[in-house]
Structures are given as C-alpha cells and as structure tokens.
C-alpha cells in the first residue's frame, strides 16, 4: 500500500539554524499538507499546496516558514531561523483530491528538536 | 468554526471487551468526521471515515464508528479490543471550505491483558 514518507525522523538543530524537512507524498495524489504537533498538544494544520502554490495556511505559517515542491516528488518545509517554540513533531499528509470527504494520509512525521 | 471534542484524555479497557472512543462535533453543514490512531513513534494511520450515508461506518483493524446527527457525536467502537489496539486516537473534522483537518486532543487508550 503506497505510504507517505518523511525524512529524517529525527532532527536536532540550534536555535536560528534554517532546517528543511522533506517528505515524499503518495504518487497519485495532487494535494500536501504540513501539519505539527506540539508535545502534548493537538495536531494543528500549517499549509497547503497544490499546483505549486500555497492554497492555505494558518497563522502559524508565518514568514519564517516556506513550502516547496523542488521535484516531481519530493515536498518539502522549510524553517528559516529556527525557534525554541517551533520543537515539535511535523506531519506531511497528501490527498488525491481537494474533495471534503478525501481522505489525507500522513507519513510518520519528523521530530524536530531546536536547543 | 468547526470543532471535535475528545472528552477523555483515557481509557482503560480489558482484553477481549467492547471499547468505545468518544468524540463530538460541532459543524456547520455537512460533516466529514475521521478516525486517526497514533502508534508510539509513528505517524497518523487512518481508520475511518464518515462523509455521507449509513450511520455505522466499518474501518481497519476492526474498528467501526457510529455516526449520530442528534447527538452530534462520531464514537469509535471494537467489539473485542486486543492489547495491540493500545495507542492514541484521534477525531478530526474537515473544515467546512478549507482544506484543513481539525483535531481533538486525543485519547489514549489502554487495553490491559
């Protein structure tokens, strides 16, 4: 059964440093998404992006983050200046659609860690 | 706005008993309602969903979830749980002309051998 993959699962980085996390969507599907989960808290949608644009994006999307499909394949979220606040695990997810009732599948989400 | 509330934080069960996951909601239109679980280090694995239709929707694992418009509620059932269901659910809600999942704060559940 294709899978959504994130890559790396783990990411450790100084406060400042810029990180890009990368995910591989499911072939077939046209529409990402980025979300985060804050230890302990809920899931929170960030972005997403369909036909090489941004379609939506919460408040929490701010200047500091960027979202870009660099290949055919590959989706990727980037943080410029990272912040203590932004430690958190970050899901990728695609859908086929963009229809209410499309189902997203995420990946196994990437922990990112900022000291 | 859409929400989804996931009133218990856990729930503890006995192997081989029912188990049930509870979720409201609070949309306006149509609701599109999904079931997500969350092993230990892993992403979110999608169970089920409800768009339209029958009441009772069946999923993976085992897992169905009723569907109820008077109640507003979308609870998450297995007739007999197994110690490998342990792990956290979520509810979520498609956002009525977004593309955004709304989630609950999730429950973790726990089935005791």
């Known amino acids: 059964e294709p899978e959504v993959t994130q890559t790396p699962s783990h990411q450790v980085t100084q406060m400042g440093q810029e990180v890009i996390l990368r995910c591989v969507p499911i072939s077939n599907h046209l529409y990402f998404y980025w979300y985060r989960q804050i230890l302990g808290q809920k899931v929170e949608f960030l972005v997403s992006?369909?036909?090489?644009?941004?379609?939506?994006k919460s408040e929490i999307f701010d200047d500091q983050f960027s979202v870009e499909r660099p290949d055919g394949s590959n989706f990727t979220l980037k943080i410029r200046s990272t912040k203590l606040e932004d430690s958190a695990m970050y899901f990728c997810?695609?859908?086929?659609?963009?229809?209410?009732?499309?189902?997203?599948?995420f990946g196994p989400g990437t922990r990112l860690t900022v000291l | 706005a859409q929400s989804v509330a996931q009133p218990e934080d856990q729930v503890n069960v006995a192997e081989g008993n029912p188990l049930t996951v509870k979720c409201t909601y609070s949309?306006?239109?149509?609701?599109?309602l999904f079931w997500y679980v969350q092993y230990p280090n892993r992403g979110l694995q999608f169970l089920l969903k409800?768009?339209?239709?029958?009441?009772l929707v069946k999923g993976s694992y085992g897992f169905e979830a009723e569907f109820n418009k008077s109640q507003t509620s979308f609870h998450l059932k297995k007739p007999s749980a197994l110690v490998s269901d342990s792990a956290l659910y979520f509810c979520?809600?498609?956002?009525?002309?977004?593309?955004?999942?709304?989630f609950g704060t999730g429950t973790r559940l726990k089935v005791l051998a």
């Open positions: 409800y768009i339209t239709g029958d009441n």
């Open positions: 979520a809600v498609r956002d009525s002309g977004t593309y955004k999942y709304i």
């Open positions: 997810a695609s859908s086929r659609t963009d229809g209410q009732g499309d189902t997203q599948y």
């Open positions: 992006f369909y036909n090489n644009e941004i379609s939506e």
């Open positions: 949309v306006s239109g149509n609701p599109y």
